[in-house]
């Protein structure tokens, strides 16, 4: 069991969440989540590259010199392959690197990636955000009063998604903001720290609790 302190907007701590990351992933397969994040990074991959074989690079076919008598080694013409200029010979073509795994795998990678955030205390609760309009000004206060200003990356989750919300951290380098449902391995392990709303903890807590009993998702994303 482990109590995570949760802090309010001005960083003091007014309560205590306890929480066992064993209901929410009674193991971390290091594998699982190798597999998965992999396979999201190969997802994200455009494979828009190009480059021109031997037939397609533009000059001359004339043979450079004679076949004998020359001293020199046999050689064709200047797009060979073997030769600076050339065509590549095996040449790069636009290709799709998509390819997915099995839903039950990504969900427990899922659970497994917010476990393993939670034992090595690398998430920050908060007991609330909300904002009347957007405010860039207050939500970077409220990452410095959490003393989470100095952060590479920070992902802040959301039980949902809110426009004002989403509006006051799009500008903070190194932030992002996603709805606690739409959270996949790749998102929870690529920063260095999660900013967490308790309610969205409980999102996410029911999640499990209803996938366990078959009766619900466990808030994976299925985006690529």
């Not at 860039?136 to 426009?163: C, F, P, Y």
């Amino acid at each position: 069991m482990v109590a995570l302190p949760v802090y309010d907007k001005s960083g003091a701590e007014v309560a205590k969440y306890e929480i066992d990351p064993a209901t929410i992933a009674p193991s971390v397969n290091k594998q699982l989540l190798h597999d998965v994040v992999v396979m999201y990074q190969a997802n994200l991959r455009l494979g828009t590259h190009r480059t021109r074989s031997r037939g397609e690079v533009v000059g001359t076919r004339k043979k450079l010199y004679r076949q004998k008598g020359t001293g020199n080694a046999r050689a064709g013409h200047r797009s060979s392959g073997v030769r600076r200029g050339g065509g590549h010979i095996f040449a790069r073509r636009p290709r799709d690197y998509s390819y997915r795994l099995p839903r039950k795998a990504l969900r427990a990678a899922t659970r497994m990636a917010v476990a393993s955030r939670i034992a090595d205390d690398e998430i920050t609760l908060i007991d609330g955000l909300q904002f009347s309009e957007p405010k860039t000004r207050d939500m970077a206060a409220i990452l410095k009063a959490l003393k989470l200003d100095g952060q590479r990356t920070l992902l802040v989750a959301v039980e949902s998604h809110d426009v004002n919300i989403y509006k006051s951290i799009r500008n903070i380098a190194g932030v992002t903001v996603c709805p606690v449902m739409d959270l996949n391995a790749l998102t929870v392990l690529k920063p260095q720290r999660l900013l967490m709303t308790t309610a969205a903890l409980d999102v996410f807590r029911a999640s499990v609790a209803a996938t366990a009993t078959g009766s619900g998702d466990a808030g994976e994303s299925e985006a690529e």
